[in-house]
């Protein structure tokens, strides 16, 4: 099975700018924006919710939170 073009398109983008993707200055939240949520898109993930389904049947839940021995934490 081949990637999709748009996976392709990602590849070839941060290969000719893979030196601004890896300073310290590209965070956490241009990667997601930049690269995973259309990642994700192209496979045919609903990253946006376009769909409009309630939480529990959401493809994405953007910044889940799990209880971890009594507290609240943001998995990485």
Known sequence: ???????L???????NNAAEYRS????????R????DPLFAALGWDV????GV???HRDVIH?????????TKAPE
Do not use: C, H, W
């Open 63 to 71: 910044e889940d939170a799990i209880k971890i021995g009594g507290f």
């Open 48 to 51: 946006a919710n376009t769909q």
């Open 24 to 31: 310290s200055t590209y965070n956490e939240t241009m990667l």
């Open 33 to 36: 924006r930049d690269f995973l």
């Open 54 to 56: 309630d939480l529990a």
């Open 9 to 15: 398109e990602l590849v070839e983008r941060f290969q």
């Open 1 to 7: 099975m081949a990637a999709p073009p748009e996976v």
